[in-house]
């Protein structure tokens, strides 16, 4: 569920996690990874929090190829739910 066509049917809100899915993937690409972590984490909470699949399976995939360490994946999480909460409020 997580490409193009399924977002470009659906409503206002997936319109905009799209945008920060897509800067995610590209971010992943590019091996910017705590940038990565940050946009998921910020759709995840503010748009679709079934976003938490896609974030598991890439944040997963950070650990077991060792691009990211658990301690950097617990502290980029948690600041970034942090900052997209507070911006929330």
Sequence with gaps: ????????SRTLPNTFAVALVMSACADWMRGHYHR????LVAATVWFRCDMVL?????????LFTRKITLLEAIVVGLASVGVTLAVTV
């Design 1 to 8: 569920q997580f490409h193009l066509m399924f977002y470009g």
């Design 54 to 62: 896609l974030l598991g399976t890439m944040g997963l995939t950070l």
């Design 36 to 39: 990565c972590v940050f946009q």
